[in-house]
């Protein structure tokens, strides 16, 4: 465990036990919800490489236009 890390535990072992609570609650769904990031993103690799081709394709035909940013 870092030394921030441990800081920050000691630290929020000084608040109430219903805060405490709120804080593990908190991290424990913060590390779950990257967790299942991390998963979507490695199962569409695939997706997203064979997106990329396609976008480079359009390009390369002359089939896409510069974002005019003042249109939108």
Same mark, same amino acid.
């Given at each position: 465990?870092? #030394? ?6 000691? #630290? ?6 219903? #805060? #405490? ?13 990257? /967790? /299942? ?25 002359? /089939? ?9």
């Amino acid at each position: 465990m870092t #030394q921030l890390l441990e800081k920050a535990f000691s #630290q929020a072992s000084q608040l109430p036990e219903l #805060q #405490q609570n709120i804080l593990a609650k908190w991290i424990i769904e913060e590390l779950l919800a990257e /967790k /299942k990031w991390d998963t979507l993103f490695a199962e569409s690799e695939d997706l997203l490489a064979e997106l990329a081709d396609e976008a480079l394709n359009e390009y390369q035909q002359g /089939k896409t236009q510069i974002l005019n940013l003042d249109a939108l």
